[in-house]
């Protein structure tokens, strides 16, 4: 068996990327520069009304970080794809995507004009007909986001660094939509958003 190269591009600093990839199929997303939030979704590709669940996959697994091994649960309590390997700790699922009305709220009225995840995500998914009632809670892989014994979230210093990897295969076939967060107002970027690498590989 042998793995074949599908996919290999990356995704410039500040953009949106949305993909197929098929059951089997899997993806690796690469942290090219170190500390680079990337913003994930995942719909069915069959019934886009199911889609990647953070509530089902944390109480499935009884743990609010993603690791390796992790099952990533639709709506429907279906699994969509599972992280086979990572060479980061840990990944977040509680953190959000950052949005104008979050920034101007946290940060002031300056930051109203920044471009945000929540606009990367309604502009690539308006190509596959999804809008704002499309819009769940998503995963931030390389994002740091401790919770204290009190239950308060920090967005801290991340724990990635140049060249970090995650890897996931796809359980069904899945369009998988992607903010590469450009965020400049907190650490999840290091403060300087950066580039990220897309490889969609088949075994055969
Ligand atoms: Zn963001």
């Known amino acids: 068996m042998s793995e074949t190269i599908l996919y290999d591009e990356i995704v410039d600093a500040l953009a949106p990327w949305i993909h197929k990839v098929k059951a089997g199929q ?18 069915s590709a069959l019934d886009d009304a199911e889609r990647y669940s953070a509530q089902d996959t944390i109480a499935a697994q009884g743990n609010l970080f993603l690791r390796e091994g992790a099952l990533l649960l639709s709506n429907e309590g279906n699994p969509m794809m599972r992280i086979i390997a990572t060479s980061v700790a840990y990944h977040d699922t509680i953190g959000g995507a950052c949005s104008c009305e979050s920034n101007t709220l946290r940060y002031g009225h300056h930051t109203k004009s920044q ?90």
């Open 26 to 43: 899997r993806l690796r997303i690469i942290d090219l520069e170190g500390n680079q939030a990337v913003d994930f979704l995942i719909y």
């Open 115 to 204: 471009h945000s995840c929540v606009d990367n995500f309604l502009t690539v998914n308006a190509t596959a007909g999804r809008g704002k009632r499309d819009m769940v809670s998503n995963i931030n892989f390389f994002m740091n986001v401790p919770v204290e014994a009190d239950g308060t979230l920090g967005i801290v210093d991340g724990i990635s660094a140049a060249g970090l990897t995650v890897d996931l295969e796809a359980l069904m076939d899945v369009d998988v939509v992607v903010s590469n967060c450009p965020q400049i107002n907190n650490p999840c970027n290091g403060f300087n958003p950066t580039p990220i690498r897309m490889v969609i590989t088949q075994n055969v």
